[in-house]
């Protein structure tokens, strides 16, 4: 297994503006300062091999000396491991791993899913499901690869959507999460690596700890996606499997570009490498529908999609789908058959009654997401200052970057005042993202207005070390992990 490395010219970018002019800081510890931030917001992986002293002092600027002395320091505070043929690779003190998730408490207002509730629609779909259910019922039952009507219905989606798709290219499955563990138990053995967004959906990280393989983060640029960054990180692993979220990726709301996809389908070719690519939200765009799915420019048959009705319409309905080469769907079908014999069938049906009648409810579903949108970004605006967020172009969260890495006190404070949020953590690879929190706007506009100002009362106690955390100070960050 190779290590990951990166060179000096393009951690010197990373790092920026990191050195302050008539400061009284010593420069390691400035270098040091930097490069503990770049790895606590996932902008720098982990498992990375950090240059040379000679080379990074070369690039910065400085002595060999100065560079040792921040090594050094990083390797005291746990940021830094070194091993003798591997040089030095960056790492997480063990107290910042990433967070489990925590045990259901009703007595706290949750502000961490980000998930909309079940629209009118949902009781006449069932009941129409249940009017068309005697139809089926001298069959079996079993349909592993899904009814073939609602595979028909799926097809003609990604048809619309300049995708040529036929219904055996479909799986029915028990939603997207679902699906991505069929695809990993299908193409992974034990021990592969599968390169992933940084951050990303929790649930995929736990999928493919699950599935015994490591996820290698590829962080995201302040805009789009780093497709050179992660060509480069396919050819250093020489990773099989990629799992990434170009449609309103959760959690930050961007949507990738068409050039974007074009890019990463070549590359998947051209490695050798299967990328799952979610799709979950591809149907809530709030701004401009999304580019054509990146399947549309797969010549090799190395992209598999993954969608699902929990967004779009209800968490309660479990139907998802995969979309892949015919063949993988074949022996994903076969494969499925040792886990489970296929779908709820009356599910199935109210899915389809759904789908064949989708532009008479998501037109207003995207409304009422979008108001609440731009209530949760003007509220964030008046009440943190401070605090750094892009506009999501779709989806149901938004990003949030806070001044210093403090989101896990956060998190605790925040409990303090009954509210749940969710740390960036949660979406990292081994506990990065300490920086950030993921907010959603699935709530209606009343609730949204408790849980802000609940967060921001959270925030003074933080900020002030009036609760059962450290106050905050830029210069001394260890002791806020």
């Not at 079940?118 to 001298?138: D, G, M, R, V």
């Not at 108001?371 to 605006?381: E, I, K, N, P, V």
């Amino acid at each position: 297994m190779s290590t990951r490395k990166i060179g000096p010219a393009s951690l010197a970018r990373l790092m920026g503006g990191w050195h302050r002019v008539g400061g009284k800081v010593p420069a390691y510890r400035q270098i040091q300062h930097a490069l503990r931030l770049l790895i606590l917001d996932g902008r720098l992986p982990i498992g990375v091999r950090l240059p040379g002293e000679r080379h990074l002092a070369e690039v910065l600027g400085v002595s060999r000396t100065t560079i040792g002395a921040a090594y050094a320091g990083l390797r005291d505070l746990g940021f830094v491991v070194s091993r003798h043929g591997s040089g030095s690779l960056t790492r997480l003190p063990s107290e910042a791993k990433r967070l489990p998730d925590e045990a259901h408490d009703d007595s706290l207002m949750e502000f961490s899913i980000a998930a909309p509730p079940a629209p009118k629609e949902i009781h006449a779909a069932y009941t129409s499901a249940l009017a068309e259910l005697p139809i089926y019922l001298p069959a079996l039952g079993y349909e592993p690869a899904g009814l073939v009507g609602l595979r028909q219905v799926i097809a003609d989606r990604y048809v619309r959507r300049g995708v040529p798709t036929a219904p055996d290219e479909i799986l029915v499955t028990q939603g997207a999460q679902h699906g991505l563990v069929l695809a990993l138990s299908l193409l992974s053995r034990p021990g592969d690596q599968v390169v992933v967004d940084q951050p990303t959906y929790p649930k995929a990280l736990d999928a493919i700890a699950n599935a015994s393989c490591q996820a290698i983060p590829v962080p995201l640029p302040p805009s789009g996606w780093d497709i050179e960054m992660l060509d480069a990180t396919l050819r250093q692993t020489g990773a099989r499997i990629s799992y990434l979220i170009p449609d309103f990726h959760n959690p930050s709301g961007r949507c990738m570009n068409e050039f974007s996809r074009a890019a990463l389908a070549k590359i998947m070719v051209d490695r050798g490498c299967n990328l799952i690519v979610d799709e979950t939200m591809a149907d809530l765009w709030l701004d401009q529908g999304p580019p054509s799915p990146v399947a549309h420019f797969d010549r090799g048959g190395k992209i598999i999609s993954l969608g699902s009705m929990s967004k779009s319409y209800w968490g309660g309905m479990r139907i998802g789908w995969v979309r892949a080469d015919r063949d993988i769907i074949r022996a994903m079908a076969l494969h499925r058959s040792s886990h489970d014999m296929g779908g709820p069938v009356l599910e199935q049906l109210a899915a389809m009654s759904l789908l064949r009648n989708e532009e008479s409810s998501l037109p207003d579903k995207r409304d009422q997401i979008r108001r609440q949108r731009d209530h949760l970004l003007a509220l964030l605006g008046r009440k943190f200052p401070d605090w750094n967020f892009e506009n999501p172009q779709g989806g149901l969260s938004v990003w949030v970057e806070l001044p210093v890495p403090v989101a896990i006190a956060l998190t605790a404070a925040a409990r303090e005042q009954g509210l749940r949020i969710a740390p960036g953590s949660r979406f990292g690879v081994d506990g990065a993202l300490n920086r950030f929190l993921r907010l959603p706007y699935s709530l209606p506009e009343s609730s949204i207005d408790v849980a802000v100002e609940r967060l921001s009362c959270a925030w003074d106690n933080v900020a002030n070390g009036k609760c059962r955390t450290t106050k905050l100070d830029p210069d001394n960050l260890t002791s806020a992990i």
